[in-house]
């Protein structure tokens, strides 16, 4: 049925290799003059599915890679082709992709009606992956840590457009000595580089200079006593790093019941904020969001939770907050796990006022089926106004509209959770180098 589907005009057809390590990954080629070239993948139907940029080479030949193809599937790939204003297509070359690996099955799609998007996460199962999903459920794109006690924690698509980050942390436990890494991987599953990450846990940034900058734990004994601090660390284009800011600097130990082997205020979401040059993060044990100069390491905003900068007039505090996501520069989207497990799991939105010096909750969302989070959860709010809400331990990434009904939910299988969330619309690549 491809082949008929497939109309030639005479151009010739791309060159198409399956990636060994990503089999849903095909690189392409194409010889020819043109003034841009796009890939483009049909369906059994000769409908179009897919399409990429395609990128000139020194040696006169274009390449694309794609992401977004499903597995065990058979697609007609074509070049589109603009020549002074002019777009031609080349004859079709078909080929089948692979299919998932035995530990990493598709989700179970129960609600759709926005049909759309990609979201990148870990998936913990007995194999570390990292994984990019379709709007479908399916698995389009999937990578594993060699190493089977680590756990995935985030996935983010690097700036670069050529690959994507992956951060892998030995659990969450506060082993200030563990050999941690961050992972840049090509889309065609090669290993571009592995950077060491001592101490790291949940969460790590790209900036847009290209440094890294991730959370870690800080050893320091008090009292006689072993006591673990979180700190944010920032590796630099070329390799140099440095210690930004310490819990310890800024928070007194005595403050917190001992919780999870004895970290001070347990960090777990990592932001930046490039207009103010800023660290954003979410504490567990106090409750509240900070934010760090990056420059200086000072704490120079405390929001929510007991010593906030502003008083909250309306609503509850948070409670174990993991993932969140400013809207504007007044507006936070938050995922409250909360304390006690006969407590349901909330996405809020609070409305800051600095000059008034006041907090005000202006919206929360409980699920209809109850979730308490043991841990991690993730939330963005998506351009339209629809929030997406990753409820990881229980295996569900859910859609709201604006109304806040579900427009789309999908499930994993029993034995899979997930870490956080990264949300876009397009599956756009571009060749790694």
């Not at 006690?149 to 506060?174: E, M, P």
């Not at 109850?370 to 841990?375: C, D, E, F």
Request: proline fraction near 4%; charge should be negative.
């Amino acid at each position: 049925m491809l082949a008929a589907a497939c109309t030639a005009t005479g151009s010739d057809a791309p060159a198409l290799t399956l990636s060994r390590k990503v089999p849903t990954v095909v690189k392409a080629t194409w010889l020819g003059e043109a003034d841009s070239v796009s890939l483009v993948a049909l369906d059994d139907e000769g409908a179009e599915f897919l399409r990429w940029p395609a990128e000139l080479g020194d040696d006169g030949t274009w390449r694309a890679v794609t992401l977004g193809l499903h597995p065990a599937t058979r697609y007609c790939f074509r070049v589109e082709l603009v020549v002074e204003g002019e777009t031609d297509t080349s004859d079709c070359a078909e080929l089948s992709t692979g299919g998932l690996p035995d530990t990493l099955e598709p989700l179970v799609v129960d609600e759709n009606t926005r049909n759309g998007g990609y979201f990148a996460t870990g998936a913990i199962t007995t194999t570390p992956w990292a994984v990019i999903y379709d709007a479908g459920g399916v698995p389009v794109w999937w990578w594993a840590v060699t190493d089977p006690t680590a756990i995935v924690t985030r996935v983010h698509r690097a700036r670069d457009g050529r690959s994507l980050l992956v951060n892998a942390t030995s659990g969450i436990g506060t082993d200030p000595d563990a050999a941690m890494h961050i992972y840049r991987v090509a889309y065609d599953g090669a290993m571009l580089e592995s950077i060491a990450t001592v101490g790291a846990h949940h969460d790590f940034v790209e900036l847009p200079d290209g440094s890294l900058a991730w959370l870690a734990y800080e050893e320091r004994v008090l009292d006689g006593v072993v006591r673990f601090g979180d700190v944010i660390v920032e590796r630099d284009p070329s390799g140099a790093t440095r210690q930004v800011w310490s819990a310890f600097d800024w928070f007194d130990f005595n403050d917190f019941e001992l919780e999870i082997n004895g970290s001070i205020v347990h960090a777990n979401v990592l932001q930046y904020d490039a207009a103010r040059d800023r660290y954003w993060v979410s504490l567990r044990n106090p409750g509240q969001y900070i934010a760090v100069d990056r420059g200086s390491g000072a704490l120079v905003e405390t929001l929510l939770g007991e010593g906030s900068d502003l008083a909250l007039v309306l609503g509850t505090q948070p409670s174990y907050p993991h993932g969140f996501r400013w809207i504007d520069e007044e507006t936070l989207l938050g995922m409250d796990n909360r304390e006690s497990s006969a407590e349901v799991s909330r996405l809020v939105r609070y409305v800051f006022d600095r000059e008034a010096g006041v907090a005000a909750e202006t919206w929360e969302f409980t699920s209809d089926q109850g979730l308490h989070l043991l841990g991690l959860g993730d939330v963005t709010a998506l351009p339209g106004g629809d929030v997406v809400a990753l409820w990881s331990t229980a295996g569900q990434i859910q859609r709201l509209d604006a109304d806040s009904q579900t427009v789309w939910r999908a499930t994993s299988g029993i034995g899979t959770v997930f870490s956080y969330l990264e949300w876009w619309e397009s599956p756009d690549t571009l060749p790694s180098p």
